[in-house]
């Protein structure tokens, strides 16, 4: 059995039956369970995805039940009109999921290349605030709720992929933001940490090429555990539910997040001196991997 932790439960709760849910990246992975799950528990839904492809798959899995819209979470005056598009569809929006992502192509800062770091920032940090900041207003107006799909490498060092813990530390940052701003309002927001979850980038990061396999590797139990999208979607539609700032899954990670403070010096200078894992960057950047 799969833990999780779901902190700081709000009383009172927030229940999802008829409230409109934005979500982004929805086309596949935990966006496309999460909205299956929203869908079972009585939301609307407005899906995002970039890819018209995946549109398509959305409009024919949710029919009715859902608006699909495509856009780019990286073109702000897109995804402005994405989220006005929504709220004139529904007459309104209570809750946004932050939820596209992507990884790099494996590589050091020293040989990797700009654009590439730029994608990835674009999508995972521009993109969440891009994705947020239109919805502000009717999130403070109607006491809803904002999550942004974070990850437990926010916490862990990030050699031969950074791109992707830079973003998730920053939309961290974005997301504890959001969190005292919104109370003013009644609102909230709730960031939603996962390790390992069963998806085509959890594929591209780990199951391809020797340095992902060897992080991975890495992993003591039960940090190594993977989950499923849907058991991933199942977290976040509890945390929305119970308006709460943090989940977290697997569990394991939550001690992490704790000690990091005092774990995470030790662990740079214990990688810092791996000869393998030095060896294993040289061959990256020789491109050997």
């Not at 929805?26 to 018209?52: E, F, K, S």
């Not at 199942?234 to 000690?259: C, E, F, K, N």
Request: some cysteine.
């Amino acid at each position: 059995m799969e833990l999780s932790m779901v902190s700081g439960r709000r009383r009172g709760g927030f229940d999802l039956a008829g409230k409109t849910v934005l979500i982004t990246g929805a086309g596949q992975g935990i966006g496309y369970a999460l909205a299956q799950t929203l869908r079972d528990r009585g939301a609307r839904l407005a899906l995002v995805d970039v890819d018209p492809r995946a549109g398509t798959r959305l409009a024919s899995g949710f029919g009715r039940d859902a608006l699909v819209l495509t856009a780019d979470v990286r073109d702000r005056p897109a995804m402005s009109a994405a989220v006005a598009e929504a709220i004139a569809h529904f007459g309104g929006l209570d809750v946004v999921v932050a939820n596209a992502g992507v990884t790099p192509t494996p590589s050091t800062l020293r040989t990797m290349a700009d654009d590439e770091f730029d994608r990835v920032v674009g999508i995972n940090l521009t993109g969440a605030y891009n994705t947020i900041r239109p919805a502000l207003g009717q999130i403070a107006d109607r006491r809803g709720h904002v999550v942004i799909v974070c990850s437990c490498a926010a916490f862990a060092p990030g050699m031969g992929g950074s791109p992707y813990m830079i973003s998730k530390s920053a939309v961290e940052q974005l997301g504890r933001a959001l969190r005292v701003e919104l109370a003013v309002h009644g609102a909230s927001a709730g960031l939603a940490y996962f390790g390992v979850v069963e998806t085509a980038m959890t594929h591209d990061m780990f199951d391809t090429g020797d340095l992902g396999r060897e992080i991975e590797g890495m992993l003591p139990w039960p940090l190594n555990r993977r989950i499923t999208a849907d058991r991933a979607a199942h977290i976040i539609a509890d945390g929305i539910a119970g308006r709460s700032p943090m989940t977290i899954a697997p569990a394991g990670w939550q001690a992490y997040s704790w000690l990091r403070g005092i774990l995470n010096p030790v662990l740079d200078r214990y990688l810092s001196a791996d000869r393998h894992l030095q060896k294993l960057l040289r061959s990256l950047e020789e491109g050997r991997t």
